[in-house]
């Protein structure tokens, strides 16, 4: 069975490469919208987890989680969303739906003290259309700039958790960031022909990496944990290619060179968490990621720090039985989520919230589930010419649990 489920993984590995897309149109600034991190259990909790503990479970939000996994269990994790989104500026509104698979992994444990879980997730998304209207300089007349832009960053993460202490522990992701993001910009002038076309486009290879502590302990029925996330700024690799082609789509100029200008800053991830062990978890988290001071060619916007707070509960009203109603064995999740983003366009700063709320299924015999949620969110405004998206995030979840490693007996 084991071979079978890492089959499995492989195979949806292959198709998330593929799965990612935004149609954010401030996705057009540095690396792209930036995913929420999170699988199945946490992500009905407004994104809260950095102190929440893998057990029959996996939590991305912090590497050192991963020390709870049963080392009799191997645990996969995949994911797909559908968003049904609208955006509207001032005048204008536009509505649609994307959707894609969201998240592969696979989670296991090497011993009492190390355990460990590698996967594919996004890392960041690249998607929009955008139109801008200038004024040649010297004159009165003006042209047209048409943006359009697709890509995105993925992940493929290898963690390793080590117990250092009974109650703490501490973790490394060591990530291989992969993707192209592109940017084609058509200059239009009295017609609706392009009278120069623009290609960016920078193909990613490079290695990034982040780090988690967990510490927890019980007193009396309630158990108590903390944790912390940290990785500091990094540059990520690429090869930068630029074409611009004339309105016969002849190359009139090209440039092809490795560089390290896209910049992911220092982030910071602090979160708590109080509960009862198999009947509810509270669980608050900050995230702080340093913007300011970070410059991206060809933006002259300018990016400030990033600040995210989240809360969410997983509880079960009633005391799992055998012979309960289906719904009364089921886990269920709240959550809330208020951010700041790094832009700052004018004198506004981009900024979103939401709400969310699901489930977790049991599955029959097993202590593999399946996991529902929806979230309710906005982002931007309408205020200074901008744009505000309004979303409905479906997501479905799957957490599939084996047992593996057990010795065979001889008698």
Same mark, same amino acid.
């Given at each position: 069975m084991a071979k079978k489920i890492l089959a !499995?993984?492989?195979?949806? *590995? /292959?198709?998330?490469?593929? @799965?990612?897309?935004?149609?954010?149109?401030?996705?057009?600034?540095?690396?792209g919208e930036i995913q929420n991190k999170g699988f199945g259990a946490t992500q009905n909790l407004g994104g809260a987890g950095i102190a929440y503990q893998s057990g029959n479970k996996l939590n991305s939000l912090n590497p050192a989680s991963y020390i709870g996994i049963d080392s009799s269990r191997i645990i996969v994790e995949f994911g797909i969303e559908g968003k049904n989104y609208q955006l509207e500026t001032s005048d204008i509104t536009q509505k649609g739906y994307t959707g894609n698979i969201k998240y592969v992994a696979l989670g296991f444990r090497y011993n009492s003290w190390l355990a460990g879980s590698f996967g594919m997730v996004p890392f960041s998304s690249v998607g929009y259309s955008v139109a801008t209207q200038n004024y040649v300089e010297g004159v009165d007349s003006k042209y047209t700039s048409l943006y359009k832009g697709s890509g995105g960053i993925s992940q493929f993460y290898y963690s390793n958790a080590i117990k250092i202490f009974k109650n703490l522990s501490v973790g490394v992701n060591a990530s291989f960031m992969f993707g192209s993001l592109v940017q084609e910009e058509n200059i239009v002038e009295d017609t609706y022909v392009p009278a120069i076309i623009i290609k960016r486009q920078d193909y990613l290879k490079s290695l990034y990496f982040d780090y988690g502590m967990r510490y927890s302990f019980a007193a009396g029925n309630t158990n108590f944990s903390a944790g912390l996330t940290y990785s500091n700024k990094q540059n990520l690799?690429?090869?930068?290619?630029? @074409?611009?082609?004339?309105? %016969?789509?002849?190359? !009139?100029?090209?440039?092809? *060179?490795?560089?390290? *200008?896209?910049?992911?800053? @220092?982030?910071? /991830?602090? /979160?708590? /968490?109080?509960?009862?062990?198999?009947?509810?978890e509270i669980l608050m988290d900050y995230n702080f990621q340093e913007w300011s001071?970070?410059? *991206?060619?060809?933006?002259?916007?300018?990016?400030?720090? %990033?600040? %995210?707070?989240?809360?969410?509960s997983a509880f079960k009203p009633w005391q799992p039985r055998v012979t309960n109603s289906f719904y009364k064995n089921w886990e269920y999740r709240l959550g809330v989520n208020y951010k700041t983003s790094y832009l700052k366009l004018g004198s506004e700063v981009i900024k979103g919230g939401s709400v969310s709320f699901g489930a977790a299924i049991p599955l029959p015999g097993k202590l593999s589930?399946?996991?529902?949620?929806?979230?309710?969110?906005?982002?931007g405004t309408k205020s200074n010419h901008l744009i505000r998206e309004k979303y409905v995030l479906f997501q479905l979840g799957f957490n599939l649990n084996e047992v593996a490693f057990l010795k065979r007996q001889i008698y």
């Open positions: !499995i993984t492989l195979f949806l *590995y /292959g198709l998330a490469v593929q @799965a990612q897309n935004t149609i954010s149109p401030y996705s057009i600034f540095g690396v690799r690429s090869r930068h290619i630029l @074409a611009v082609y004339n309105e %016969s789509l002849s190359v !009139i100029r090209g440039e092809e *060179y490795n560089t390290d *200008y896209l910049t992911v800053p @220092a982030i910071f /991830g602090a /979160g708590i /968490g109080i509960g009862k062990k198999g009947r509810y001071g970070v410059e *991206y060619p060809n933006q002259s916007q300018d990016f400030v720090d %990033s600040h %995210s707070f989240s809360m969410g589930e399946v996991n529902w949620g929806f979230e309710l969110g906005t982002n």
